[in-house]
Every structure is written in C-alpha cells, then in structure tokens.
C-alpha cells in the first residue's frame, strides 16, 4: 500500500462517518436510540455487515490497482 493510499482511506472513513449525523434530526435520534440497545442477532449482523462491506471495498481497490 503506498504512503498517501492509507491517509485517503482514514479521511474517507470519517467523512463517511460525519455524514451519519446529517440525516433528519429525529430519524438519526431514533436510529442512535435503537444502536445503544442491540439485541444480540442485531450486533451479528451489524458485524457481518460490516465485515463484508470492507471487504468488497477492499476487494475493489485490489481489483483497481
């Protein structure tokens, strides 16, 4: 991985992050409000999903080198 690929990568997390909140002001309180109490088959999926999610982008940007 070269030197400024890494750089990119945290930026776009965070922008991707700090978009999150940007949603309708009562949508994102009830979506934070469902997030602070998970049942347990909600934090495995969330976890599945993400996991796929990196890795199709990781994928991609091997594909794309």
Not at 24 to 37: A, C, D, G, S
Request: hydrophobic fraction near 50%; glycine fraction near 10%.
């Amino acid at each position: 991985m070269s030197s400024g690929k890494l750089p990119a990568a945290i930026a776009l997390k965070r922008v991707l992050e700090g978009a999150l909140p940007l949603q309708p002001p009562n949508l994102w309180h009830e979506t934070f409000r469902k997030m602070i109490v998970p049942h347990d088959g909600q934090l495995r999926f969330v976890g599945l999903a993400s996991m796929l999610g990196g890795l199709i982008i990781l994928l991609a940007s091997h594909s794309h080198a």
